[in-house]
Each structure stands twice: as structure tokens, then as C-alpha cells.
């Protein structure tokens, strides 16, 4: 991948984390504030991008393959066998969880770039 599409990249999967419609515009303001210097067809081609196909559907089905392509196919892990299940069925209850602190968002700092 290149540095202009994964600058590209990057700032629309930060939109797309923000809520934020992605455009053109946008995506160039965004590598504009990076210092990031790209031809000027590439924002427009991740936007048109983001107008057909939902961001966060194409984050979530990464690992997925698509039809057709030479990828590989998926591979399906079983779990323990034999003894170890009914070894793993003894052993002694997992541990409490502690609750984590949770991080601040830009909101909670009072930045945004698009304010």
C-alpha cells in the first residue's frame, strides 16, 4: 500500500470512528492537519469509496475473504480434545475481572477538528 492511500486510509477510518459523513473535503482537511501531502484525486476516490460501502462493515469483515480471488478460505479451529476438555471442565473458576479506567475521547478533552 502506499503512503497516499494509507494516509487516505487512516483519515477515513478516523471519520468513520467520529460519526463523521466522509467526504472529499474532509479527508484532505484531515491530511491537510497531518502534514500530509497526497494528489488531490485521492480523497474523492476514498470518499466515493464510503459512499457505496459502509466503513465499518469493511472493518468488521476484514478477516472474512470475499468470493472469486485466489485468497485462501478460512480455516476452522477446533477446540480441545479428549482428556484436555474434561481437564479444562475441573480446573479451577477463572479469575474476578477488574474494571478497567476508561479512556478519555476527544470529546471529553474538548478538541475536534471539524468543531
Known amino acids: 500500500m502506499s503512503i497516499p492511500e494509507l494516509a487516505c486510509t487512516y483519515a477515513t477510518l478516523i471519520l468513520s470512528d467520529d460519526g463523521i459523513p466522509i467526504t472529499g473535503e474532509k479527508i484532505a482537511k484531515l491530511l491537510l492537519a497531518a502534514n ?11 470518499a466515493k469509496l464510503a459512499e457505496k460501502r459502509s466503513i465499518e462493515d469493511l472493518v468488521l469483515n476484514v478477516g472474512a475473504g470475499g468470493g472469486g480471488g485466489g485468497g485462501a478460505a478460512p480455516v476452522a479451529v477446533g477446540g480441545p480434545a479428549g482428556g484436555a476438555a474434561a481437564a479444562a471442565a475441573g480446573a479451577s473458576p477463572p479469575e474476578e475481572k477488574k474494571e478497567e479506567p476508561k479512556e478519555e475521547s476527544d470529546d471529553d478533552m474538548g478538541f475536534s477538528l471539524f468543531d
Not at 500530509?36 to 476514498?46: D, H, K, R, T
Open 36 to 46: 500530509v501531502s497526497v494528489e488531490s484525486y485521492w480523497p474523492g476516490l476514498f
